[in-house]
């Protein structure tokens, strides 16, 4: 009957997450552009009698200096509540550690709106940092989001479901960073710079925390039976992105059905490959809008949106090289070429001198994204549904600890080799991003001794 047809396609369409996951991105894609622009500025009245070049390098230290104490408070807050806000989720209800983390955002970014109008110094930004983390953050937002979309899509296109995800989240920030420069200064004749930008980051996430709160609806499976749902397969609603995919699985995928936990080396070997690539990108994306602003790139805010854009665009690279190489290869394979894609386009990023060449650089980055959504994709494979929260938190809080400390090294690393060779870093990155091939060559080797076993037995 259409009626009860269409009221189960609305609850169906209520249990997507990509609507709270795209406007959040927009507003932060807004917010980090208008962000690192206030601090520029700020800094930039302090010494106008400097030398050009001395005024430039005192500029530098001071951005990197506050991107640092900042960074370290936004990565550490979330410490003290992630765990428990994601284990309330497992435990109470799923939407817990959406909302808290998207409040805090809320309110953060209202104190960033405060700062441009009464003129408030940066530092006020450490405090909207910390009531950030204190919520939650990304750290439990992000954990929350994998945890929603794993329950809500079959074993077999798990990797699929988390890539699309992250799909949506690429394409709302490269729409957000697109727009961000121009926002940042097209209206600053009526307003003081930045106040525009800001305030639609705040509408944005104001969006995002009452569609949580009165729309977002749980999956029936993760309300009721996420055990059973995980055991069977039977995943739940996707997205449209997602339904063009092939019904088979990979042999992988096969292999991930049966009833077989992996070993603990295995699931060791995932969070290593994670964290040591995870250092690789955090490191090198830290001090990007740094090497954007200095000599011989120097640019503009509309040319910083247009940057942090190309980005956003490996979001859609990511997600067609998962849709075809899903139907070939396994999912460690998969890791195995974004880790490539990102180690190659990075040891370019180390020589950018003009333009033309950082953006061939992002464009080797193609497949970039797809290591961390495939590993958590293999780890959600081996849990119960009912720890999908505390296992995908545990991931983000290891990745959080090590970005914090990567972050405030790479900086001081920059700091000090600005004058001698300023892409030392993504020389780094390069090496830390081959080292990370090494745990899932690990876990590539075991899956295919298991693969043979279980033939020899099937034989």
């Known amino acids: ?69 900042y960074n370290l408070v936004l990565g550490l807050s ?64 992000w954990a929350g989001v994998m945890a929603l979309g794993s329950l809500g899509s079959s074993v077999s296109k798990r990797s699929l479901r988390l890539i699309v995800i992250e799909l949506v989240y690429g394409l709302a920030g490269f729409l957000g960073s697109m727009a961000s420069g121009h926002l940042f200064v097209g209206f600053r004749d009526h307003y003081r710079e930045g106040t525009v930008l800001v305030g639609c980051s705040v509408a944005c996430y104001a969006f995002c925390l009452l569609y949580s709160i009165f729309v977002l609806k749980v999956p029936q499976t993760a309300a009721s039976c996420p055990a059973k749902a995980k055991s069977t397969g039977d995943g739940g609603n996707q997205p449209p992105a997602s339904t063009g995919a092939s019904e088979n699985p990979s042999s992988s995928e096969s292999i991930n059905l049966a ?37 011989p790139l120097s640019w503009s805010p509309v040319k910083i949106g247009y940057g942090n854009a190309a980005g956003y665009v490996i979001f859609i690279t990511s997600f067609l090289g998962v849709l075809v190489f899903s139907k070939y290869f396994r999912d460690t394979t998969m890791i195995m070429i974004g880790m490539a894609s990102f180690i190659t386009g990075i040891l370019i990023m180390a020589f950018v001198q003009w333009t033309f060449l950082f953006y061939i650089a992002r464009a080797v980055m193609l497949f970039a ?29 290891s990745l959080v600890i090590t970005g ?13 080799t600005l004058n001698w060779y300023s892409g030392f870093c993504f020389i780094l990155s390069f090496l830390f991003g081959c080292l990370s091939l090494l745990p899932l060559s690990i876990v590539a080797l075991r899956q295919r001794s298991t693969t043979g076993s279980l033939q020899i037995l099937t034989d």
Request: net charge positive; charged share 10%.
């Open 404 to 416: 914090v400390a990567t972050s405030t090294i790479y900086n001081k690393i920059y700091q000090s």
């Open 78 to 141: 979330p410490l003290v509540s992630a765990y428990g806000l994601s284990k309330l989720g497992d435990k109470v209800h799923r939407k817990i550690p959406i909302c808290f983390p998207l409040f805090g955002y809320l309110v953060s970014k209202c104190l960033l709106l405060l700062l441009i109008l009464l003129n408030w110094p940066v530092e006020v930004m450490y405090g909207a940092a910390a009531f950030n983390g204190l919520t939650g953050g990304f750290t439990t937002l």
């Open 1 to 69: 009957e259409p009626a009860p047809a269409a009221m189960l396609g609305t609850a169906a369409m209520r249990t997507w997450i990509e609507p709270v996951v795209a406007g959040s991105q927009v507003a932060s894609a807004l917010c980090d552009t208008g962000l690192l622009m206030v601090v520029k500025n700020y800094y930039n009245q302090t010494s106008p009698t400097s030398p050009s070049h001395a005024l430039q390098d005192a500029q530098q230290k001071a951005v990197s200096d506050f991107y640092i104490i």
């Open 259 to 295: 009833p077989v936990s992996p070993s603990k080396l295995t699931i060791v070997m995932l969070f290593a490959g994670a964290i040591l690539y995870d250092l690789a990108v955090v490191g090198a994306m830290d001090v990007l809008p740094l090497f954007l602003l200095r000599e």
């Open 369 to 397: 994204l797809i290591p961390l959504p495939t590993i958590r994709s293999m780890l959600s494979k081996h849990v119960e549904g009912s720890s999908y929260g505390k296992v995908f938190v545990l991931l983000q809080l």
